[in-house]
């Protein structure tokens, strides 16, 4: 992991000393923060449905394979978000998407900084993603690797240009599903610059069939809204949920995280 920052990068902004970014001004609506990994998660700005939330890394990597890989306290930090999101927004399911950069454009932009989409789905948007990339995959300009365990996702994705897709189920207690995880490589980019803002944005909209390239997605015609407002009623009670599991998981009490599932250990 990298403590850089970029020129022109409203993440790299709200990720140093509290100070707000750009037009997105995301840190007026953060969510929960761990000065001690430099993690944060953030209510998006524009949001595909609410309880559409970003984890963002302090640093300007490019990967958050590279954020996270070799810090056993920001994986923590990572399952304890995880288990907060399920508790927070009940019944709806977790969906992680990122698109890993890998350094394939100009560095200068939030797209091109280490962050996770968080997304009220259940498994509703893979379908959607195999059929965008299916003819890339055809051609042998993308190769879809299933994870075994999400620790996989470590320095050998550092550098690479990726779409991660993760979808964990709705409930977090032991009973429920365990997550399943997804890597697509890309030696190619993907359909849309906004990519993992569109697919999201046509399940919810009723377009899914819709081809990518005619979808123009622009944040500003996006942001703020009702949707914002109804994600950050839950902040206060997401915020709790994350103390209270990582307070759990530096506990010495045995079978301190019996309770829930690990993000790290998927089935």
Not at 190 to 208: C, D, I
Not at 227 to 237: C, D, G, K, S
């Amino acid at each position: 992991m990298t403590n850089a920052r970029a020129e022109n990068c409203d993440f790299c902004e709200i990720g140093h000393d509290g100070l707000v970014g750009g037009d997105p001004g995301l840190a007026a609506r953060q969510f929960h923060g761990d000065p001690g990994t430099e993690l944060g998660v953030y209510a998006d700005i524009a949001p595909v449905k609410a309880g559409h939330l970003l984890l963002i890394a302090s640093g300007h990597d490019l990967t958050m394979a590279a954020a996270l890989a070799g810090s056993e306290e920001r994986w923590r930090y990572v399952d304890a978000v995880r288990e907060a999101y399920l508790r927070t927004f009940p019944g709806d399911g977790l969906t992680i998407l990122e698109h890993g950069s890998g350094g394939m454009g100009h560095r200068h932009d939030c797209i091109e900084h280490a962050h996770w989409h968080l997304l009220p789905f259940e498994c509703e948007l893979k379908e959607i993603i195999d059929d965008d990339l299916r003819p890339a995959m055809a051609a042998g300009h993308v190769r879809k690797s299933r994870l075994s365990d999400m620790r996989a996702l470590d320095d050998r994705y550092c550098e690479r240009n990726y779409l991660l897709y993760l979808d964990h189920g709705k409930d977090p207690a032991p009973a429920s599903p365990p997550a399943r995880v997804w890597v697509y490589s890309l030696e190619t980019s993907l359909p849309y610059q906004q990519y993992t803002r569109s697919v999201g944005y046509r399940y919810t909209a009723g377009v899914k069939g819709s081809p990518v390239s005619t979808l123009d997605w622009d944040w500003a015609l996006h942001a703020g809204g009702e949707l914002v407002q109804r994600t950050m009623t839950r902040q206060h009670e997401f915020a709790g949920h994350v103390d209270a599991a990582l307070e759990r998981t530096v506990s010495d009490a045995p079978g301190a995280m019996a309770d829930t599932p690990s993000i790290l250990a998927i089935a």
